[in-house]
Structures are given as structure tokens and as C-alpha cells.
Nanobody, 121 residues
Framework: QVQLVESGGGLVQPGGSLRLSCAASGRIFSINGMDWYRQAPGKERVVVAAITSGGSTNYADSVKGRFTISRDNARNTVYLQMNSLKPEDTAVYYC???????????????WGRGTQVTVSS
């Protein structure tokens, strides 16, 4: 089995920073894209940031210049550094990864259970 486990969420004041981590574990041959999504109450889950296996990144317009996604391929871990946080960043943040479990199989999508980020004074 493959598991994605997020950590690093919490309560922070507006203008503050948080760093989320997501570690993939289990039977893993290779990891393709790794993304961060978020879902605010009453809203759909949307992508926040994405990073390819080669390190190319993309960001939602709402977080450009404030959030930075990175990954450590040796640790099968993706990070999301969030700076200048705003109340509208409040959401459950989910980690996503496209993972191949063996050399001949197809890659599948995996999700973490989410970590709550609350931005409030």
C-alpha cells in the first residue's frame, strides 16, 4: 500500500507563515507529479500548487508570490511554504501524488487525508 501523510497545519495570524509537509511511504517505484490542493468550507477542492518530478512548478493565481512548493525526491516528500497568509487561505490542505508502484505497472493517483490551516486573528 501507499500512504500520503500531511503535517504542519495549524492556526496562524494573518501575515504569518506555515510550512506543510507530505511524505509518501509504502511500495513506491517512482513518483511523477506531486500537488497541493485545498478545500474551504462549502467550496470545491482546488489545486494550489504543483511540481513535476523534474522540479517544474505551477501555482494558482491566488497564491503566486506567497506560496512555494518544493520536493525532496530522496525522501518522497513534498513541501508547501506558505507566507503572507490571509484569512481566505483558510482550508483543509490535501497532498496529491501520481505514483508508480513497480517498473511495469501504471501510475495511480493517491491522496492524503488533509491538514487544517486556519488563518485568523
Amino acid at each position: 500500500q501507499v500512504q500520503l501523510v500531511e503535517s504542519g497545519g495549524g492556526l496562524v495570524q494573518p501575515g504569518g507563515s506555515l510550512r506543510l509537509s507530505c511524505a509518501a511511504s509504502g511500495r513506491i517505484f517512482s513518483i511523477n507529479g506531486m500537488d497541493w490542493y485545498r478545500q474551504a468550507p462549502g467550496k470545491e477542492r482546488v489545486v494550489v500548487a504543483a511540481i513535476t518530478s523534474g522540479g517544474s512548478t505551477n501555482y494558482a493565481d491566488s497564491v503566486k508570490g506567497r506560496f512555494t512548493i518544493s520536493r525532496d525526491n530522496a525522501r518522497n516528500t513534498v513541501y508547501l511554504q506558505m507566507n503572507s497568509l490571509k484569512p481566505e487561505d483558510t482550508a483543509v490542505y490535501y497532498c496529491y501524488a501520481n505514483i508508480k508502484r513497480d517498473p511495469v505497472g501504471v501510475a495511480r493517483d493517491y491522496w492524503g487525508r488533509g491538514t487544517q490551516v486556519t488563518v485568523s486573528s
